[in-house]
Protein backbone atom coordinates (compact mmCIF):
# COMPACT_ATOMS: atom_id res chain seq x y z
CA UNK A 1 0.00 0.00 0.00
CA UNK A 2 0.98 3.85 -0.31
CA UNK A 3 1.65 5.74 2.69
CA UNK A 4 -1.39 7.78 2.04
CA UNK A 5 -4.77 7.50 3.65
CA UNK A 6 -7.66 5.94 1.87
CA UNK A 7 -9.53 9.47 1.52
CA UNK A 8 -6.67 10.36 -0.85
CA UNK A 9 -5.04 7.24 -1.47
CA UNK A 10 -3.97 6.71 -5.67
CA UNK A 11 -6.15 3.10 -5.80
CA UNK A 12 -5.10 1.90 -9.32
CA UNK A 13 -1.82 3.06 -8.83
CA UNK A 14 -1.52 1.31 -5.10
CA UNK A 15 -2.99 -1.79 -6.67
CA UNK A 16 -0.61 -1.53 -9.39
CA UNK A 17 2.42 -1.31 -7.19
CA UNK A 18 1.64 -3.12 -4.31
CA UNK A 19 -0.85 -6.04 -5.74
CA UNK A 20 -0.19 -9.09 -4.41
CA UNK A 21 -2.94 -10.02 -1.18
CA UNK A 22 -4.39 -6.72 -1.34
CA UNK A 23 -7.97 -8.53 -1.85
CA UNK A 24 -10.20 -11.27 -2.39
CA UNK A 25 -8.25 -13.87 -4.29
CA UNK A 26 -9.24 -17.25 -6.13
CA UNK A 27 -6.25 -19.57 -5.88
CA UNK A 28 -7.14 -22.69 -7.44
CA UNK A 29 -5.52 -26.20 -6.20
CA UNK A 30 -5.23 -25.80 -2.38
CA UNK A 31 -6.10 -27.33 0.65
CA UNK A 32 -7.80 -26.88 3.70
CA UNK A 33 -8.42 -29.00 7.32
CA UNK A 34 -11.79 -29.42 7.75
CA UNK A 35 -14.10 -27.86 10.75
CA UNK A 36 -14.10 -29.83 13.94
CA UNK A 37 -17.77 -31.29 14.42
CA UNK A 38 -19.27 -30.22 17.68
CA UNK A 39 -18.40 -32.05 20.68
CA UNK A 40 -15.05 -32.67 19.70
CA UNK A 41 -11.42 -31.16 20.71
CA UNK A 42 -8.71 -29.84 18.78
CA UNK A 43 -4.99 -30.60 19.15
CA UNK A 44 -3.17 -28.48 22.30
CA UNK A 45 -2.52 -25.16 21.51
CA UNK A 46 0.89 -24.27 19.95
CA UNK A 47 3.44 -22.31 22.13
CA UNK A 48 3.24 -18.84 23.17
CA UNK A 49 4.89 -17.09 20.24
CA UNK A 50 3.50 -19.00 17.82
CA UNK A 51 -0.22 -18.73 19.24
CA UNK A 52 0.79 -14.40 19.54
CA UNK A 53 0.89 -14.70 15.81
CA UNK A 54 -1.44 -16.64 14.90
CA UNK A 55 -3.89 -14.08 14.84
CA UNK A 56 -6.18 -10.88 16.91
CA UNK A 57 -5.67 -12.04 20.27
CA UNK A 58 -1.95 -14.04 21.73
CA UNK A 59 -0.40 -14.14 25.22
CA UNK A 60 2.70 -11.55 25.49
CA UNK A 61 5.60 -12.56 25.15
CA UNK A 62 7.76 -10.54 28.03
CA UNK A 63 8.06 -13.65 30.25
CA UNK A 64 9.79 -11.56 32.98
CA UNK A 65 7.04 -9.24 32.97
CA UNK A 66 4.74 -11.81 33.74
CA UNK A 67 6.22 -13.82 36.25
CA UNK A 68 6.37 -10.40 37.86
CA UNK A 69 2.81 -9.33 37.58
CA UNK A 70 1.98 -13.17 38.57
CA UNK A 71 3.60 -12.70 41.95
CA UNK A 72 2.28 -9.66 43.34
CA UNK A 73 -1.39 -11.57 41.77
CA UNK A 74 -0.94 -13.99 44.78
CA UNK A 75 -2.83 -11.27 47.05
CA UNK A 76 -6.27 -12.13 44.67
CA UNK A 77 -6.96 -8.24 44.90
CA UNK A 78 -8.99 -6.85 41.94
CA UNK A 79 -6.44 -4.45 40.92
CA UNK A 80 -3.61 -7.31 40.43
CA UNK A 81 -5.40 -9.76 38.76
CA UNK A 82 -6.41 -7.14 36.51
CA UNK A 83 -2.50 -6.27 36.08
CA UNK A 84 -1.64 -9.66 35.15
CA UNK A 85 -4.46 -10.55 32.88
CA UNK A 86 -3.34 -7.30 31.04
CA UNK A 87 0.38 -8.26 31.25
CA UNK A 88 0.10 -11.75 30.06
CA UNK A 89 -2.04 -10.48 27.29
CA UNK A 90 -0.98 -8.75 23.89
CA UNK A 91 -4.58 -7.64 23.43
CA UNK A 92 -4.80 -4.13 24.75
CA UNK A 93 -8.17 -2.63 26.20
CA UNK A 94 -10.02 -0.13 23.73
CA UNK A 95 -10.72 3.21 25.18
CA UNK A 96 -14.03 2.62 27.45
CA UNK A 97 -16.52 5.09 29.68
CA UNK A 98 -17.01 3.89 33.16
CA UNK A 99 -19.38 4.57 35.32
CA UNK A 100 -21.58 2.01 38.18
CA UNK A 101 -23.20 0.25 35.22
CA UNK A 102 -19.65 -0.72 34.07
CA UNK A 103 -17.81 -0.09 30.65
CA UNK A 104 -18.62 0.98 27.98
CA UNK A 105 -16.85 1.51 24.43
CA UNK A 106 -17.69 2.84 21.05
CA UNK A 107 -16.02 1.26 18.03
CA UNK A 108 -16.83 2.22 14.81
CA UNK A 109 -20.85 1.68 14.24
CA UNK A 110 -20.53 -0.98 17.07
CA UNK A 111 -21.15 -0.77 20.76
CA UNK A 112 -19.43 -3.04 23.02
CA UNK A 113 -20.11 -2.88 27.30
CA UNK A 114 -19.39 -5.06 30.26
CA UNK A 115 -21.32 -4.97 32.86
CA UNK A 116 -20.74 -4.47 36.56
CA UNK A 117 -21.89 -8.24 36.59
CA UNK A 118 -18.86 -9.35 34.36
CA UNK A 119 -21.42 -9.80 31.34
CA UNK A 120 -20.46 -8.39 27.81
CA UNK A 121 -22.43 -7.26 24.97
CA UNK A 122 -22.10 -6.54 21.76
CA UNK A 123 -24.42 -4.98 19.36
CA UNK A 124 -23.95 -3.23 15.94
CA UNK A 125 -26.53 -0.80 14.01
CA UNK A 126 -26.56 -3.19 11.27
CA UNK A 127 -28.54 -5.22 13.68
CA UNK A 128 -26.96 -7.96 15.24
CA UNK A 129 -26.24 -8.40 18.87
CA UNK A 130 -24.66 -11.35 21.08
CA UNK A 131 -23.05 -11.51 24.75
CA UNK A 132 -20.85 -13.55 26.76
CA UNK A 133 -20.47 -14.60 30.31
CA UNK A 134 -18.83 -16.68 32.38
CA UNK A 135 -21.38 -19.74 33.40
CA UNK A 136 -21.01 -19.04 36.83
CA UNK A 137 -23.44 -17.06 39.31
CA UNK A 138 -20.72 -17.02 41.99
CA UNK A 139 -17.96 -14.42 42.88
CA UNK A 140 -18.03 -10.60 43.34
CA UNK A 141 -17.48 -8.10 40.38
CA UNK A 142 -15.54 -4.78 40.97
CA UNK A 143 -15.16 -2.34 38.02
CA UNK A 144 -11.46 -0.85 37.03
CA UNK A 145 -10.86 1.79 34.34
CA UNK A 146 -9.84 -0.86 31.73
CA UNK A 147 -12.03 -3.84 32.61
CA UNK A 148 -14.41 -5.80 35.30
CA UNK A 149 -13.17 -8.33 37.68
CA UNK A 150 -15.19 -11.53 38.52
CA UNK A 151 -12.93 -12.60 41.59
CA UNK A 152 -14.10 -16.07 43.12
CA UNK A 153 -16.20 -17.31 39.89
CA UNK A 154 -15.07 -20.74 40.92
CA UNK A 155 -12.56 -22.14 43.22
CA UNK A 156 -9.28 -20.03 43.08
CA UNK A 157 -10.91 -18.70 39.91
CA UNK A 158 -11.09 -15.59 39.20
CA UNK A 159 -11.93 -13.51 35.85
CA UNK A 160 -11.22 -10.00 33.72
CA UNK A 161 -13.43 -8.62 31.25
CA UNK A 162 -12.15 -5.93 29.25
CA UNK A 163 -13.79 -4.23 25.81
CA UNK A 164 -11.40 -4.41 22.76
CA UNK A 165 -10.99 -2.37 19.55
CA UNK A 166 -12.20 -5.99 18.00
CA UNK A 167 -14.96 -7.10 20.51
CA UNK A 168 -14.30 -8.25 24.02
CA UNK A 169 -11.09 -10.39 25.57
CA UNK A 170 -11.91 -12.64 29.39
CA UNK A 171 -8.97 -13.79 30.74
CA UNK A 172 -9.32 -16.61 33.61
CA UNK A 173 -6.67 -16.13 36.49
CA UNK A 174 -6.39 -20.10 37.61
CA UNK A 175 -4.69 -19.23 41.28
CA UNK A 176 -3.82 -22.41 42.04
CA UNK A 177 -4.07 -26.30 41.84
CA UNK A 178 -7.02 -25.62 43.61
CA UNK A 179 -8.95 -24.12 40.84
CA UNK A 180 -10.49 -25.94 38.46
CA UNK A 181 -9.23 -27.22 34.96
CA UNK A 182 -11.74 -25.85 32.60
CA UNK A 183 -13.97 -22.78 32.41
CA UNK A 184 -16.85 -22.50 30.82
CA UNK A 185 -17.83 -19.29 29.08
CA UNK A 186 -22.00 -19.02 28.01
CA UNK A 187 -22.63 -17.33 24.86
CA UNK A 188 -25.90 -15.39 24.34
CA UNK A 189 -26.62 -15.57 20.36
CA UNK A 190 -29.59 -15.28 17.68
CA UNK A 191 -31.51 -18.04 17.67
CA UNK A 192 -30.47 -19.02 13.95
CA UNK A 193 -26.74 -18.76 14.98
CA UNK A 194 -24.25 -21.11 14.11
CA UNK A 195 -21.29 -22.14 16.27
CA UNK A 196 -18.30 -24.24 14.63
CA UNK A 197 -15.11 -25.33 16.32
CA UNK A 198 -12.09 -25.21 13.93
CA UNK A 199 -9.62 -27.39 13.21
CA UNK A 200 -7.12 -24.42 14.28
CA UNK A 201 -8.73 -24.26 17.58
CA UNK A 202 -10.80 -21.49 16.99
CA UNK A 203 -14.65 -20.90 16.60
CA UNK A 204 -16.57 -19.11 14.33
CA UNK A 205 -20.17 -17.53 14.27
CA UNK A 206 -22.21 -16.97 11.78
CA UNK A 207 -26.05 -16.18 11.36
CA UNK A 208 -28.39 -14.67 8.62
CA UNK A 209 -27.44 -11.05 7.85
CA UNK A 210 -29.80 -8.62 6.61
CA UNK A 211 -27.96 -6.65 3.62
CA UNK A 212 -29.05 -3.61 2.05
CA UNK A 213 -28.97 -3.72 -1.58
CA UNK A 214 -29.99 -1.19 -4.15
CA UNK A 215 -31.83 -2.64 -6.94
CA UNK A 216 -29.70 -3.00 -9.78
CA UNK A 217 -31.68 -0.11 -11.69
CA UNK A 218 -30.35 2.62 -8.65
CA UNK A 219 -26.98 0.66 -8.40
CA UNK A 220 -26.28 0.88 -12.40
CA UNK A 221 -27.31 4.74 -11.97
CA UNK A 222 -24.89 5.35 -9.26
CA UNK A 223 -22.29 3.68 -10.95
CA UNK A 224 -22.37 5.91 -14.02
CA UNK A 225 -22.10 8.89 -11.43
CA UNK A 226 -18.88 7.24 -10.30
CA UNK A 227 -17.32 6.58 -13.46
CA UNK A 228 -18.42 9.84 -14.37
CA UNK A 229 -16.80 11.69 -12.11
CA UNK A 230 -13.70 9.52 -12.53
CA UNK A 231 -13.57 10.31 -16.51
CA UNK A 232 -11.19 12.58 -17.24
CA UNK A 233 -9.04 12.08 -13.90
CA UNK A 234 -4.92 12.21 -14.29
CA UNK A 235 -3.73 9.85 -16.43
CA UNK A 236 -1.76 7.69 -13.70
CA UNK A 237 -5.54 6.42 -12.29
CA UNK A 238 -5.48 8.38 -8.86
CA UNK A 239 -8.01 9.02 -7.75
CA UNK A 240 -7.74 12.66 -6.35
CA UNK A 241 -9.50 14.18 -2.90
CA UNK A 242 -11.78 16.08 -5.45
CA UNK A 243 -13.04 12.99 -6.58
CA UNK A 244 -13.90 11.72 -3.27
CA UNK A 245 -15.92 14.68 -2.39
CA UNK A 246 -17.87 14.49 -5.41
CA UNK A 247 -18.53 10.73 -4.57
CA UNK A 248 -19.13 11.17 -1.26
CA UNK A 249 -21.68 13.71 -2.00
CA UNK A 250 -23.47 11.79 -4.30
CA UNK A 251 -27.31 10.38 -3.01
CA UNK A 252 -26.94 6.76 -1.78
CA UNK A 253 -29.49 5.00 -3.87
CA UNK A 254 -32.64 3.28 -1.58
CA UNK A 255 -31.93 -0.25 -0.93
CA UNK A 256 -33.93 -3.37 -0.49
CA UNK A 257 -32.88 -6.11 2.09
CA UNK A 258 -31.33 -9.34 1.46
CA UNK A 259 -30.31 -11.84 4.12
CA UNK A 260 -27.49 -13.56 3.40
CA UNK A 261 -25.36 -15.77 5.76
CA UNK A 262 -22.01 -14.55 7.17
CA UNK A 263 -19.68 -14.69 9.98
CA UNK A 264 -20.60 -12.16 12.82
CA UNK A 265 -18.10 -13.49 15.14
CA UNK A 266 -15.75 -15.70 16.44
CA UNK A 267 -13.08 -16.79 19.10
CA UNK A 268 -9.67 -16.46 18.20
CA UNK A 269 -7.20 -20.21 19.41
CA UNK A 270 -7.09 -20.50 22.94
CA UNK A 271 -3.65 -19.71 24.82
CA UNK A 272 -2.93 -19.77 28.13
CA UNK A 273 0.27 -19.43 29.90
CA UNK A 274 1.82 -20.17 33.62
CA UNK A 275 3.49 -17.71 36.26
CA UNK A 276 6.43 -17.55 34.70
CA UNK A 277 5.21 -17.18 31.07
CA UNK A 278 5.72 -20.66 30.26
CA UNK A 279 2.74 -21.78 27.17
CA UNK A 280 0.30 -24.05 28.85
CA UNK A 281 -1.48 -26.29 26.16
CA UNK A 282 -5.13 -25.61 26.17
CA UNK A 283 -8.16 -26.03 23.76
CA UNK A 284 -11.99 -25.69 23.44
CA UNK A 285 -15.03 -27.44 23.30
CA UNK A 286 -18.53 -26.35 22.43
CA UNK A 287 -20.83 -26.60 25.00
CA UNK A 288 -24.70 -26.38 24.73
CA UNK A 289 -24.34 -23.04 26.52
CA UNK A 290 -20.99 -21.91 24.28
CA UNK A 291 -18.11 -22.77 24.49
CA UNK A 292 -15.52 -24.31 27.71
CA UNK A 293 -11.81 -23.61 27.66
CA UNK A 294 -9.91 -26.46 29.39
CA UNK A 295 -6.10 -26.45 30.28
CA UNK A 296 -3.52 -29.17 30.60
CA UNK A 297 -1.69 -28.72 33.54
CA UNK A 298 0.71 -30.68 35.35
CA UNK A 299 2.96 -30.97 38.41
CA UNK A 300 5.37 -28.49 36.56
CA UNK A 301 2.80 -25.88 35.95
CA UNK A 302 3.50 -22.39 38.48
CA UNK A 303 0.38 -21.24 39.30
CA UNK A 304 -1.51 -18.66 38.64
CA UNK A 305 -1.91 -19.54 35.07
CA UNK A 306 -3.61 -17.10 33.00
CA UNK A 307 -6.19 -18.85 29.76
CA UNK A 308 -8.09 -16.48 27.23
CA UNK A 309 -10.91 -16.98 24.63
CA UNK A 310 -10.93 -13.52 23.07
CA UNK A 311 -14.21 -13.12 21.51
CA UNK A 312 -14.07 -10.85 18.23
CA UNK A 313 -16.98 -9.00 15.83
CA UNK A 314 -17.27 -8.17 13.09
CA UNK A 315 -17.30 -3.85 13.59
CA UNK A 316 -19.62 -2.00 11.77
CA UNK A 317 -17.80 0.40 10.02
CA UNK A 318 -19.82 3.46 7.87
CA UNK A 319 -18.91 2.37 4.44
CA UNK A 320 -20.43 1.18 1.51
CA UNK A 321 -21.61 1.61 -2.15
CA UNK A 322 -20.01 4.00 -2.89
CA UNK A 323 -16.45 2.78 -1.73
CA UNK A 324 -16.71 -0.03 -3.12
CA UNK A 325 -18.38 1.03 -6.83
CA UNK A 326 -15.23 3.77 -6.98
CA UNK A 327 -12.70 0.99 -6.34
CA UNK A 328 -14.24 -0.75 -9.16
CA UNK A 329 -14.81 1.76 -11.38
CA UNK A 330 -11.15 2.78 -10.90
CA UNK A 331 -9.70 -0.58 -11.90
CA UNK A 332 -12.09 -0.55 -14.44
CA UNK A 333 -10.41 2.82 -15.69
CA UNK A 334 -6.86 1.36 -15.53
CA UNK A 335 -7.80 -2.01 -17.30
CA UNK A 336 -9.55 -0.07 -20.25
CA UNK A 337 -6.50 2.40 -20.44
CA UNK A 338 -4.24 -0.69 -20.85
CA UNK A 339 -5.90 -2.60 -23.40
CA UNK A 340 -7.80 -4.96 -21.42
CA UNK A 341 -11.84 -5.51 -21.59
CA UNK A 342 -14.98 -5.17 -18.93
CA UNK A 343 -18.56 -6.89 -19.02
CA UNK A 344 -21.41 -5.96 -16.67
CA UNK A 345 -22.58 -9.56 -15.74
CA UNK A 346 -25.98 -8.19 -14.10
CA UNK A 347 -26.71 -11.34 -12.94
CA UNK A 348 -24.62 -11.26 -10.34
CA UNK A 349 -24.13 -7.51 -9.29
CA UNK A 350 -20.54 -7.68 -10.38
CA UNK A 351 -18.24 -6.30 -13.29
CA UNK A 352 -15.98 -8.58 -15.08
CA UNK A 353 -12.55 -7.60 -16.60
CA UNK A 354 -9.63 -9.33 -17.96
CA UNK A 355 -6.82 -8.71 -20.04
CA UNK A 356 -4.66 -5.51 -20.46
CA UNK A 357 -0.60 -5.47 -20.92
CA UNK A 358 2.12 -4.19 -18.48
CA UNK A 359 1.70 -3.96 -14.93
CA UNK A 360 -2.28 -4.11 -14.83
CA UNK A 361 -1.86 -8.26 -15.06
CA UNK A 362 0.18 -7.94 -11.71
CA UNK A 363 -3.66 -6.82 -10.30
CA UNK A 364 -4.74 -11.06 -10.87
CA UNK A 365 -2.28 -11.53 -7.72
CA UNK A 366 -1.87 -15.65 -7.99
CA UNK A 367 -3.34 -16.24 -11.79
CA UNK A 368 -7.29 -17.06 -10.30
CA UNK A 369 -8.60 -13.40 -10.30
CA UNK A 370 -8.89 -10.51 -7.41
CA UNK A 371 -11.82 -8.70 -6.77
CA UNK A 372 -11.57 -4.67 -6.17
CA UNK A 373 -14.58 -3.52 -5.02
CA UNK A 374 -17.42 -4.22 -7.51
CA UNK A 375 -15.32 -5.43 -9.97
CA UNK A 376 -13.68 -8.89 -10.72
CA UNK A 377 -9.98 -9.06 -13.12
CA UNK A 378 -8.66 -12.00 -14.14
CA UNK A 379 -5.80 -11.62 -15.99
CA UNK A 380 -5.19 -14.53 -18.59
CA UNK A 381 -8.33 -14.39 -20.88
CA UNK A 382 -12.22 -14.03 -20.44
CA UNK A 383 -13.04 -15.69 -17.38
CA UNK A 384 -16.14 -16.93 -18.97
CA UNK A 385 -14.42 -18.87 -21.87
CA UNK A 386 -11.77 -20.03 -18.99
CA UNK A 387 -14.06 -21.32 -16.61
CA UNK A 388 -16.82 -22.69 -19.10
CA UNK A 389 -19.17 -24.25 -16.74
CA UNK A 390 -18.16 -23.02 -13.88
CA UNK A 391 -18.40 -19.62 -14.79
CA UNK A 392 -21.16 -18.93 -12.90
CA UNK A 393 -19.88 -20.16 -9.54
CA UNK A 394 -16.73 -18.16 -10.04
CA UNK A 395 -18.98 -15.04 -10.11
CA UNK A 396 -20.96 -16.11 -7.00
CA UNK A 397 -17.94 -16.30 -4.94
CA UNK A 398 -16.28 -13.39 -6.18
CA UNK A 399 -20.02 -11.76 -5.68
CA UNK A 400 -19.70 -12.34 -2.28
CA UNK A 401 -16.05 -10.72 -1.66
CA UNK A 402 -17.90 -7.20 -2.95
CA UNK A 403 -20.21 -7.90 -0.34
CA UNK A 404 -17.15 -8.12 2.43
CA UNK A 405 -16.05 -4.64 0.02
CA UNK A 406 -19.39 -2.84 0.82
CA UNK A 407 -19.30 -3.91 4.79
CA UNK A 408 -15.66 -3.41 5.60
CA UNK A 409 -15.09 -0.53 3.02
CA UNK A 410 -11.22 -0.13 3.42
CA UNK A 411 -10.74 -1.88 6.31
CA UNK A 412 -10.86 -4.90 3.94
CA UNK A 413 -7.64 -5.21 2.21
CA UNK A 414 -5.60 -5.31 5.76
CA UNK A 415 -8.44 -7.30 7.65
CA UNK A 416 -8.29 -10.01 4.22
CA UNK A 417 -4.32 -10.19 4.54
CA UNK A 418 -4.58 -10.53 8.45
CA UNK A 419 -7.12 -13.53 7.66
CA UNK A 420 -4.31 -15.01 4.90
CA UNK A 421 -1.69 -14.34 7.22
CA UNK A 422 -3.60 -16.89 9.60
CA UNK A 423 -4.44 -19.25 7.05
CA UNK A 424 -0.84 -19.39 5.92
CA UNK A 425 0.17 -19.75 9.73
CA UNK A 426 -2.72 -22.26 10.66
CA UNK A 427 -2.67 -24.48 7.49
CA UNK A 428 0.67 -23.92 6.03
CA UNK A 429 -1.45 -22.71 2.44
CA UNK A 430 -3.02 -19.93 1.18
CA UNK A 431 -6.70 -19.52 0.95
CA UNK A 432 -8.50 -22.30 2.54
CA UNK A 433 -8.11 -21.38 6.20
CA UNK A 434 -8.97 -17.77 5.23
CA UNK A 435 -12.08 -16.83 6.80
CA UNK A 436 -13.38 -14.75 3.94
CA UNK A 437 -12.67 -17.08 1.24
CA UNK A 438 -14.52 -19.57 3.75
CA UNK A 439 -17.44 -17.71 3.79
CA UNK A 440 -17.48 -16.65 0.07
CA UNK A 441 -17.22 -20.39 -0.54
CA UNK A 442 -14.59 -22.47 -0.95
CA UNK A 443 -15.70 -25.14 -3.88
CA UNK A 444 -16.84 -21.90 -6.21
CA UNK A 445 -13.19 -19.76 -5.23
CA UNK A 446 -12.01 -23.11 -7.22
CA UNK A 447 -10.13 -24.37 -3.67
CA UNK A 448 -9.08 -27.79 -3.28
CA UNK A 449 -10.45 -28.38 0.18
Not at 113 to 142: H, I, K, P, Q, Y
Not at 243 to 257: D, E, F, G, S
Request: charged letters at 15%; glycine letters at 10%.
Amino acid sequence: MTSTTIRGVAIAAALLTAIGLMAAQSVQALADPPPVPPGQTTTSASSAADSGARGRSGPSSDRAAIAAAAHVAKSRDPGSIARLAATASSVRPTASTRSNAGLKAQVGKTTITVGNNGRASVSSSGGFALGVSVSSADGTATVLDTAVVQTGVAPDTDVVTSPTDQGVQMVAVLGSAAAPTSVDFTLDLPATAAVVLQADGSVTITDDVAVERPTPADEALLNSQIEAILSGGPANGKITDAQWAAIAALPQPPTRTVMERQQIAGIDAPWAVDANGAAVATHFELTAAGVRQVVDVGPSTAYPVSMDPALWVKIAYPYGYAFALALGASVRSAVYASGGNCRNETAYDLWVCWGGRGNITKLDGYGGGTTYGSTYYFALKDPKSYYGSAYGSTLTHEAAHYTQWIMLGPAFAPSYLAAEGVSRLTTGKAGCGNIYEILAGLKSGHYSC
